[in-house]
C-alpha cells in the first residue's frame, strides 16, 4: 500500500461511506425490528381499543333566493346565482360561529351529554393532572355552555370544494345517530338564522321607510300647495287638456276665426253664383232657391198655371179673357218666383257681410288673445318648476310607499326563502371515520421503521463515521491491499480500554504513531488512522513535535495555523489552536508557528484534551514517542527492523498495546 498526503489544500468532499452505513444497520438491525415491531403492536393494540368516531354530512347550496315580493328587474339584482368565493368564506364563518352553535347545541339537548360535557361523569385523574401541568383549561371554571361549545367546536367541520357555492357540514360524534342529527341541526338552525336575517333586515327597512314617507307626503304636499298658490297668484287656472286659461283660450279663438272665415267664403260664393244664375234665368236650378219652401209652393203653382193655360189652349185663342187671366197669374207667379230668388241672393250676403265682420272681430281678439298669453309665459315656466318639482316627490312617495308596503309585507312573512337550500340531509353513517385500522397500523409501522433507519443513520453522519476520505488528502493507490491497522483499530471503544486507561486519559483512548527513525513524521498514516476513528466517536489529529507543520494542508486556514506550540507557549487558546479537517469530521492541532515553544506535560495535555474527544492519535518522531510512550494506550511503529522492534518493545513496556506496521511508506514532498 502506498499513501501520500499533499502540501496544497484540494477541494473536499462530503460523500458518505455507504458500506460503513450497511455494516452499522447490519449490526443493528434488531433495534430497527424492534421499534417496527412495537409500533405495530401498539398501533393494532389503539386502533382496537379506542372508541370508534363516526362522521355524518350535510351539504348547503348557497343561492339568491327571491320571494315575490322582491323580484325585481334581473339588471337590479347584483349576483342572481349566489355569492362570490369571498361570499362563501363568511357563510363558512356563519356556519362555525358561537351563535348558532348555542341554538344548535339547544336543539339536540347536548346539557349533560358526557360526550361533550367533561363534568357530566365527574374530572377524571388525568385530567386534573393536565390541569395541574397548564396543559388545559380547568373545567369546574368553565361555564356549562362553555365546556360544550369547545367540545362541540371540536367536532363541526365546515367544508367548501374549490369554484362551487355547496357547503359540506361535517359533525363527528361516538353516537352516529347524533352525528347525523348534529350535522342537519347545523344546517336547519343556519337557515333558520337566514330567514330571521332576511325578516330582521325588512323590519328595519320598513321603520326606516316609515319615517321618509311620511316626511316625504309632508313635501308632496307643501309643494303642491305651492304650485296652486303661485297659480291663484298669477292666473294660471288649468282648463280643458291639462292647459292654462289664456292657452285655451287662445287655441278657442284660433279655431272659432277659422269657422268664421270658411262660412264667410262659404255664403259669398254662394251669393255670388245665385246672382249669376238670375242674370241667366235659371232660377229654378239654384240649391238654395230650389230648397225654399215658398219657392217651391210658387213653382208648384207656376207648374198648376202652366198646366191650365195649356188646357184651356185648345179651345180659348190667345186673346181669350180666359186665356190673358191666367197669363197674368203666371206672370204674377214668376215676378214673386225671381223676387224670392232675390232676396234669398241679398240673404247670402248679407251672411257673407255678416261673416267677415265675425272675422274681423274674432281677428281682432285673438291678437289681443296672443298678447295675453305672451305675457304669461314667464309665470308658465316657474310654474311648470314647482310642478316638476312636485311631481317629483311624488313620484318618489309612491317609489317608497311601495317598498314600505313590502317591506311590510317581508316582515309579517313566515315563509321567507333564505339564500341557500339543503340539498342533501346527513344519513348516519355505517362506517366509522376513526380509527382507520388499515392505514394507521401500515402508517405507524412504516414510520417507525424509517425513524428508526433515520436515527441510526444520523448518528453516524453527525459523528462523522460515515464520511469517506478527502479526495487528494489521502489517496489509496491500491484500495484491495489488506488494511496495515487490521484488527487493532476495528474493535477499538472507549469502553473497551476503560480498564487499562492511563491516569489522566479520562474516558478518551490515546494512540501513538511513531516512525522507524529519530526524524520525520508519518503524516498520511496518522491522518488515514484519525479518520478511520472518527467513525467510532471523536477523534483528534495531534501533531506532537510543537512547531512541526506537517499537518497544516490539513487545515482550511490559507496561512500557517496556530497549534501545539502556540497553545503551550499560552499565546494561543484551545478554540483558536484546534482545526476541523476540511475533509471529514476530524479534529486537528497542528504543531503551531510560535518560536522556541515552552516545554510541555503530556499527561496535563492529555487530560484536557481527553475531556473532549473519545480518541486522540499522536503523529510524533522516536524521541517524542517515548516521551509520550508512559500516556498511550496504543501504538504502531512503522517499519520492519530491529530499531523498529526495539521501539516497539519500549513502549509495550510503558504498558501501550503495541504494533509493527510495514514501513513501506512514502512521504511527499
Same mark, same amino acid.
Given at each position: 500500500?502506498?499513501?501520500?498526503?499533499?502540501?496544497?489544500?484540494?477541494? /473536499?468532499?462530503?460523500?458518505?461511506?455507504?458500506?460503513?452505513?450497511?455494516?452499522?444497520?447490519?449490526?443493528?438491525?434488531?433495534?430497527?425490528?424492534?421499534?417496527?415491531?412495537?409500533?405495530?403492536? =401498539?398501533? @393494532?393494540?389503539?386502533?382496537?381499543?379506542?372508541?370508534?368516531?363516526?362522521?355524518?354530512?350535510?351539504?348547503?347550496?348557497?343561492?339568491?333566493?327571491?320571494?315575490?315580493?322582491?323580484?325585481?328587474?334581473?339588471?337590479?339584482?347584483?349576483?342572481?346565482?349566489?355569492?362570490?368565493?369571498?361570499?362563501?368564506?363568511?357563510?363558512?364563518?356563519?356556519?362555525?360561529?358561537?351563535?348558532?352553535?348555542?341554538?344548535?347545541?339547544?336543539?339536540?339537548?347536548?346539557? +349533560?351529554?358526557?360526550?361533550?360535557?367533561?363534568?357530566?361523569?365527574?374530572?377524571?385523574?388525568?385530567?386534573?393532572?393536565?390541569?395541574?401541568?397548564?396543559?388545559?383549561?380547568?373545567?369546574?371554571?368553565?361555564?356549562?355552555?362553555?365546556?360544550?361549545?369547545?367540545?362541540?367546536?371540536?367536532?363541526?367541520?365546515?367544508?367548501?370544494?374549490?369554484?362551487? !357555492?355547496?357547503?359540506?357540514?361535517?359533525?363527528?360524534?361516538?353516537?352516529?345517530?347524533?352525528?347525523?342529527?348534529?350535522?342537519?341541526?347545523?344546517?336547519?338552525?343556519?337557515?333558520?338564522?337566514?330567514?330571521?336575517?332576511?325578516?330582521?333586515?325588512?323590519?328595519? /327597512?320598513?321603520?326606516?321607510?316609515?319615517?321618509?314617507?311620511?316626511?316625504?307626503?309632508?313635501?308632496?304636499?307643501?309643494?303642491?300647495?305651492?304650485?296652486?298658490?303661485?297659480?291663484?297668484?298669477?292666473?294660471?287656472?288649468? +282648463?280643458?287638456?291639462?292647459?292654462?286659461?289664456?292657452?285655451?283660450?287662445?287655441?278657442?279663438?284660433?279655431?272659432?276665426?277659422?269657422?268664421?272665415?270658411?262660412?264667410?267664403?262659404?255664403?259669398?260664393?254662394?251669393?255670388?253664383?245665385?246672382?249669376?244664375?238670375?242674370?241667366?234665368?235659371?232660377?229654378?236650378?239654384?240649391?238654395?232657391?230650389?230648397?225654399?219652401?215658398?219657392?217651391?209652393?210658387?213653382?208648384?203653382?207656376?207648374?198648376?198655371?202652366?198646366?191650365?193655360?195649356?188646357?184651356?189652349?185648345?179651345?180659348?185663342?190667345?186673346?181669350?179673357?180666359?186665356?190673358?187671366?191666367?197669363?197674368?197669374?203666371?206672370?204674377?207667379?214668376?215676378?214673386?218666383?225671381?223676387?224670392?230668388?232675390?232676396?234669398?241672393?241679398?240673404?247670402?250676403?248679407?251672411?257673407?257681410?255678416?261673416?267677415?265682420?265675425?272675422?274681423?272681430?274674432?281677428?281682432?281678439?285673438?291678437?289681443?288673445?296672443?298678447?295675453?298669453?305672451?305675457?304669461?309665459?314667464?309665470?308658465?315656466?316657474?310654474?311648470?318648476?314647482?310642478?316638476?318639482?312636485?311631481?317629483?316627490?311624488?313620484?318618489?312617495?309612491?317609489?317608497?310607499?311601495?317598498?314600505?308596503?313590502?317591506?311590510?309585507?317581508?316582515?309579517?312573512?313566515?315563509?321567507?326563502?333564505?339564500?341557500?337550500?339543503?340539498?342533501? !340531509?346527513?344519513?348516519?353513517?355505517?362506517?366509522?371515520?376513526?380509527?382507520?385500522?388499515?392505514?394507521?397500523?401500515?402508517?405507524?409501522?412504516?414510520?417507525?421503521?424509517?425513524?428508526?433507519?433515520?436515527?441510526?443513520?444520523?448518528?453516524?453522519?453527525?459523528?462523522?463515521?460515515?464520511?469517506?476520505?478527502?479526495?487528494?488528502?489521502?489517496?489509496?493507490?491500491?484500495?484491495?491491499?489488506?488494511?496495515?491497522?487490521?484488527?487493532?483499530?476495528?474493535?477499538?471503544?472507549?469502553?473497551?480500554?476503560?480498564? =487499562?486507561?492511563?491516569?489522566?486519559?479520562?474516558?478518551?483512548?490515546?494512540?501513538?504513531?511513531?516512525?522507524?527513525? &529519530?526524524?520525520?513524521?508519518?503524516?498520511?498514516?496518522?491522518?488515514?488512522?484519525?479518520?478511520?476513528?472518527?467513525?467510532?466517536?471523536?477523534?483528534?489529529?495531534?501533531?506532537?513535535?510543537?512547531?512541526?507543520?506537517?499537518?497544516?494542508?490539513?487545515?482550511?486556514?490559507?496561512?500557517?495555523?496556530? &497549534?501545539?506550540?502556540?497553545?503551550?507557549?499560552?499565546?494561543? =487558546?484551545?478554540?483558536?489552536?484546534?482545526?476541523?479537517?476540511? &475533509?471529514?469530521?476530524?479534529?486537528?492541532?497542528? +504543531?503551531?508557528? @510560535?518560536?522556541?515553544?515552552?516545554?510541555?506535560?503530556?499527561?496535563?495535555?492529555?487530560?484536557?484534551?481527553?475531556?473532549?474527544?473519545?480518541?486522540?492519535?499522536?503523529?510524533?518522531?522516536?524521541?517524542?514517542?517515548?516521551?509520550?510512550?508512559?500516556?498511550?494506550?496504543?501504538?504502531?511503529?512503522?517499519?520492519?527492523?530491529?530499531?523498529?522492534?526495539?521501539?516497539? =518493545?519500549?513502549?509495550?513496556?510503558?504498558? /501501550?498495546?503495541?504494533?509493527?506496521?510495514? &514501513?513501506?511508506?512514502?512521504?511527499? /514532498?
Amino acid at each position: 500500500m502506498r499513501a501520500s498526503v499533499t502540501d496544497e489544500t484540494e477541494p /473536499a468532499t462530503n460523500d458518505i461511506d455507504l458500506s460503513q452505513l450497511g455494516r452499522v444497520l447490519a449490526v443493528k438491525r434488531w433495534w430497527v425490528l424492534g421499534a417496527t415491531l412495537a409500533a405495530f403492536l =401498539g398501533a @393494532a393494540l389503539f386502533v382496537n381499543v379506542v372508541k370508534p368516531r363516526y362522521t355524518s354530512d350535510a351539504r348547503l347550496l348557497l343561492e339568491t333566493q327571491d320571494d315575490f315580493l322582491g323580484r325585481g328587474d334581473k339588471a337590479d339584482r347584483l349576483d342572481a346565482n349566489g355569492p362570490d368565493a369571498e361570499g362563501v368564506q363568511s357563510q363558512i364563518q356563519l356556519l362555525t360561529s358561537r351563535d348558532l352553535a348555542r341554538r344548535a347545541i339547544k336543539t339536540l339537548g347536548l346539557q +349533560g351529554d358526557a360526550e361533550f360535557d367533561p363534568l357530566a361523569g365527574g374530572v377524571g385523574a388525568l385530567t386534573r393532572a393536565l390541569v395541574l401541568l397548564g396543559i388545559v383549561r380547568d373545567p369546574t371554571l368553565m361555564s356549562p355552555e362553555d365546556r360544550i361549545l369547545e367540545k362541540f367546536s371540536e367536532r363541526l367541520a365546515v367544508l367548501s370544494p374549490t369554484k362551487t !357555492r355547496v357547503l359540506s357540514v361535517e359533525f363527528s360524534s361516538k353516537n352516529p345517530d347524533l352525528a347525523a342529527r348534529g350535522a342537519n341541526a347545523v344546517a336547519e338552525t343556519y337557515i333558520e338564522m337566514q330567514q330571521e336575517a332576511k325578516r330582521e333586515v325588512a323590519r328595519s /327597512a320598513a321603520r326606516s321607510l316609515a319615517t321618509l314617507v311620511s316626511d316625504l307626503r309632508t313635501r308632496v304636499a307643501e309643494a303642491e300647495a305651492k304650485v296652486e298658490a303661485y297659480r291663484a297668484d298669477s292666473g294660471l287656472l288649468i +282648463g280643458a287638456n291639462n292647459t292654462i286659461i289664456p292657452t285655451q283660450q287662445l287655441g278657442e279663438l284660433n279655431n272659432q276665426l277659422s269657422s268664421a272665415r270658411a262660412a264667410q267664403a262659404d255664403a259669398q260664393a254662394k251669393a255670388n253664383l245665385l246672382r249669376d244664375m238670375l242674370r241667366q234665368g235659371r232660377v229654378g236650378e239654384i240649391p238654395d232657391v230650389a230648397n225654399n219652401e215658398t219657392i217651391r209652393r210658387i213653382f208648384e203653382q207656376r207648374v198648376s198655371l202652366r198646366a191650365q193655360i195649356a188646357l184651356e189652349s185648345r179651345t180659348l185663342l190667345p186673346q181669350h179673357p180666359r186665356i190673358k187671366e191666367l197669363t197674368a197669374q203666371l206672370a204674377d207667379i214668376d215676378q214673386q218666383w225671381r223676387a224670392a230668388a232675390e232676396r234669398t241672393a241679398r240673404t247670402l250676403e248679407n251672411e257673407a257681410r255678416i261673416a267677415a265682420s265675425r272675422v274681423d272681430n274674432l281677428t281682432r281678439v285673438l291678437n289681443d288673445q296672443k298678447r295675453v298669453a305672451g305675457s304669461a309665459g314667464a309665470e308658465e315656466v316657474k310654474l311648470r318648476d314647482l310642478e316638476r318639482a312636485a311631481r317629483l316627490l311624488k313620484e318618489q312617495l309612491e317609489a317608497e310607499t311601495t317598498k314600505y308596503q313590502e317591506a311590510l309585507a317581508r316582515e309579517q312573512m313566515t315563509a321567507t326563502p333564505a339564500d341557500a337550500r339543503i340539498i342533501q !340531509r346527513a344519513l348516519a353513517p355505517q362506517l366509522p371515520a376513526f380509527p382507520k385500522k388499515i392505514p394507521i397500523i401500515a402508517f405507524s409501522t412504516l414510520a417507525a421503521f424509517l425513524l428508526a433507519l433515520g436515527a441510526i443513520i444520523a448518528a453516524e453522519l453527525l459523528t462523522g463515521r460515515a464520511k469517506a476520505v478527502r479526495a487528494g488528502q489521502l489517496q489509496d493507490d491500491d484500495p484491495d491491499e489488506q488494511d496495515p491497522f487490521g484488527e487493532a483499530i476495528r474493535t477499538v471503544r472507549p469502553a473497551t480500554l476503560r480498564g =487499562g486507561r492511563r491516569a489522566g486519559s479520562g474516558d478518551s483512548v490515546s494512540v501513538l504513531l511513531a516512525p522507524c527513525a &529519530g526524524e520525520g513524521v508519518v503524516a498520511a498514516t496518522a491522518a488515514r488512522l484519525a479518520r478511520r476513528l472518527t467513525r467510532q466517536g471523536r477523534a483528534l489529529l495531534v501533531a506532537a513535535n510543537p512547531g512541526d507543520p506537517v499537518f497544516d494542508s490539513l487545515v482550511s486556514d490559507e496561512t500557517a495555523p496556530l &497549534g501545539l506550540a502556540d497553545l503551550v507557549s499560552g499565546e494561543a =487558546g484551545f478554540e483558536e489552536a484546534l482545526h476541523l479537517d476540511v &475533509g471529514s469530521a476530524l479534529h486537528i492541532l497542528p +504543531g503551531g508557528v @510560535a518560536d522556541d515553544p515552552d516545554d510541555y506535560e503530556p499527561e496535563l495535555l492529555i487530560e484536557a484534551l481527553g475531556q473532549a474527544y473519545d480518541f486522540i492519535v499522536f503523529a510524533a518522531s522516536a524521541e517524542e514517542a517515548l516521551r509520550l510512550g508512559p500516556f498511550m494506550d496504543l501504538a504502531f511503529v512503522l517499519g520492519d527492523d530491529p530499531d523498529a522492534e526495539a521501539l516497539r =518493545g519500549r513502549l509495550e513496556r510503558f504498558g /501501550a498495546e503495541a504494533h509493527l506496521l510495514d &514501513g513501506r511508506i512514502e512521504l511527499a /514532498a
